[in-house]
């Protein structure tokens, strides 16, 4: 594509972390896999933070943590990648499928605590494209019913609520680590708490099950674990592009005004609402459009490569009622944009007349 969806953020120092991890040849997680964590710790406020080797495995792990299973119900939303909501059924519990607000394409807090039932454990909300929850809402329905908040933020890395990062509001954050966001590792995951205990159990769960007091002479498995630890040579991508995230952020930022800039007056357009009190960190830049599979069609004829949103998962046979998938409500909010929604171009080096060039398309279709 002559414009593509996204370029990850690559510079030399990448490779050259890289290429001092090879040189080292201690490839497994270790002391670069610690200094990523460390790093983005720091960057997002919060108390513990922990690399896997996805968002999906880290959302997973969090609902283990919880012996959330069979039996259990998970309240998820509509509009989102199927991942938010397969973690549920992976651990034996049951999806239920609420609808998100049209307008800010986020779980519908009302809808949410309509579905809470003596079964629910948690809520993967979702903070869908660096659009930040409200958090305030959402401590508002875990004091009430004393349900988990597990929030999916595979894509709000950077992304603020009242002055804050994503990262520190929820009982667990989950980010992604994948190239579609602007800190990747090629494929990885990071997990945020303020929980002692619970960082403690994961850090054992991903590493096999292995005590606390472990070392290489004497290693004792405390409990059944797995291995979701993040290798130094993908650790070493991260670590160097941390070096960047002031300048990446504030770029995507500046890009997306210019989109709004761009944008503003056309009719046909429609832009999603960032939650009061929250700050964008434009993962994903979206609008909402008439006719969006004609538009879609149109400007990937014409070389940019556009994208939809995201999914209605209540459209797809693998949510449905045989998978132990409950919809209570037909989800009409998540319809609208599942229909209208569009993700336009946006990475470090789009080019002002690159961005003219989207918008000018997109306002001839
Ligand atoms: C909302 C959401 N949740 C979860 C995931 C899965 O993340 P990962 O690929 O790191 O497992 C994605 C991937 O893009 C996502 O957009």
Same mark, same amino acid.
């Given at each position: 594509?002559? /414009?593509?969806?996204?370029?990850? =953020?690559?510079?030399?120092?990448?490779?050259?972390?890289?290429?001092?991890?090879?040189?080292?040849?201690?490839?497994?997680?270790?002391?670069?896999?610690?200094?990523?964590?460390?790093?983005?710790?720091?960057?997002?406020?919060?108390?513990?933070?922990?690399?896997?080797?996805?968002?999906?495995?880290?959302?997973?792990?969090?609902?283990?943590?919880?012996?959330?299973?069979?039996?259990?119900?998970?309240?998820?939303?509509?509009?989102?990648?199927?991942?938010?909501?397969?973690?549920?059924?992976?651990?034996?519990?049951?999806?239920?499928?609420?609808?998100?607000?049209?307008?800010?394409?986020?779980?519908?807090?009302?809808?949410?605590?309509?579905?809470?039932?003596?079964?629910?454990?948690?809520?993967?909300?979702?903070?869908? =494209?660096?659009?930040?929850?409200?958090?305030?809402?959402?401590?508002?329905?875990?004091?009430?019913?004393?349900?988990? /908040?597990?929030?999916?933020?595979?894509?709000? =890395?950077?992304?603020?609520?009242?002055?804050?990062?994503?990262?520190?509001?929820?009982? =667990?954050?989950?980010?992604?680590?994948?190239?579609?966001?602007?800190?990747?590792?090629?494929?990885?995951?990071?997990?945020?708490?303020?929980?002692?205990?619970?960082?403690?159990?994961?850090?054992?769960?991903?590493?096999?099950?292995?005590?606390?007091?472990?070392?290489?002479?004497?290693?004792?498995?405390?409990?059944?674990?797995?291995?979701?630890?993040?290798?130094?040579?993908?650790?070493? /991508?991260?670590?160097?592009?941390?070096?960047?995230?002031?300048?990446?952020?504030?770029?995507?930022?500046?890009?997306?005004?210019?989109?709004?800039?761009?944008?503003?007056?056309?009719?046909?357009?429609?832009?999603?609402?960032?939650?009061?009190?929250?700050?964008?960190?434009?993962?994903?830049?979206?609008?909402?459009?008439?006719?969006?599979? %004609?538009?879609?069609?149109?400007?990937?004829?014409?070389? /940019?490569?556009?994208?939809?949103?995201?999914?209605?998962?209540?459209?797809?046979?693998?949510?449905?009622?045989?998978?132990?998938?409950?919809?209570?409500?037909?989800?009409?909010?998540?319809?609208?944009?599942?229909?209208?929604?569009?993700?336009?171009?946006?990475?470090?080096?789009?080019? %002002?007349?690159?961005?003219?060039?989207?918008?000018?398309?997109?306002?001839?279709?």
């Amino acid at each position: 594509m002559r /414009i593509p969806l996204i370029k990850p =953020f690559l510079p030399a120092t990448v490779g050259e972390r890289v290429l001092e991890v090879l040189a080292s040849g201690y490839l497994t997680e270790g002391k670069v896999t610690a200094a990523f964590e460390h790093a983005c710790r720091e960057y997002l406020g919060a108390s513990y933070c922990l690399a896997m080797t996805s968002c999906t495995v880290g959302l997973e792990a969090v609902l283990r943590y919880y012996r959330i299973g069979p039996g259990d119900e998970v309240i998820v939303p509509d509009y989102t990648y199927p991942a938010t909501a397969d973690v549920v059924a992976i651990v034996g519990a049951d999806i239920v499928i609420v609808d998100v607000d049209p307008e800010t394409m986020l779980i519908d807090y009302e809808a949410l605590e309509k579905a809470i039932t003596s079964r629910t454990r948690a809520v993967i909300p979702v903070s869908l =494209f660096g659009n930040p929850l409200d958090y305030d809402r959402l401590a508002a329905i875990k004091k009430n019913y004393g349900i988990a /908040i597990i929030e999916d933020a595979a894509c709000a =890395f950077g992304a603020e609520f009242r002055g804050r990062k994503v990262g520190s509001f929820a009982d =667990f954050s989950v980010f992604s680590l994948h190239p579609r966001k602007f800190i990747t590792t090629g494929e990885g995951g990071l997990i945020t708490t303020a929980f002692r205990e619970g960082r403690d159990w994961l850090v054992s769960y991903k590493h096999f099950g292995l005590g606390q007091d472990s070392d290489r002479q004497r290693a004792v498995f405390q409990m059944i674990g797995t291995n979701y630890k993040m290798s130094d040579v993908l650790a070493a /991508i991260g670590l160097a592009q941390m070096e960047y995230v002031h300048e990446l952020l504030a770029r995507r930022r500046e890009l997306a005004a210019t989109y709004i800039d761009l944008l503003s007056g056309v009719k046909a357009v429609s832009l999603p609402r960032t939650t009061r009190g929250g700050e964008h960190s434009y993962q994903t830049f979206c609008v909402l459009v008439a006719n969006r599979d %004609r538009v879609f069609k149109r400007l990937r004829a014409a070389g /940019i490569e556009v994208q939809i949103g995201t999914y209605c998962l209540h459209q797809h046979p693998a949510f449905n009622a045989g998978n132990r998938c409950l919809i209570r409500e037909k989800p009409v909010g998540s319809q609208y944009v599942g229909e209208h929604c569009l993700a336009l171009p946006l990475y470090h080096e789009l080019s %002002r007349n690159d961005q003219e060039e989207v918008v000018e398309r997109l306002v001839a279709c």
